[in-house]
């Protein structure tokens, strides 16, 4: 079994780099999706423990391309059970 749990958050384009750098802070995220209002896949990236610094500024350019691009969108989050 699984111990995992996923979450959810709504949020605006502006709001995305900063929810998702303090969700990579928080350190028990496993994954990270971002859907479209439509509910697309936008991008998905896997965080893995000791995954910090430079391996990150890729993925945080991208995140922030996607917030420039979108108004409304969703992070799914797959958090490793405490």
Known sequence: MSN???ESFTLH???LLKKVKELI???NVRKI????????E?????L???V???VLVPVLAA???VAALVGECSISVEREAQ
């Open 25 to 27: 802070e928080e350190g």
């Open 52 to 54: 910090v610094g430079a």
């Open 63 to 65: 995140v922030g391309a």
């Open 13 to 15: 384009g502006e709001q």
């Open 48 to 50: 893995t423990i000791g």
């Open 33 to 40: 999706t971002i859907h479209d209002k439509a509910g697309k």
């Open 42 to 46: 936008l991008m998905s990236f896997p």
């Open 4 to 6: 995992t749990f996923k």
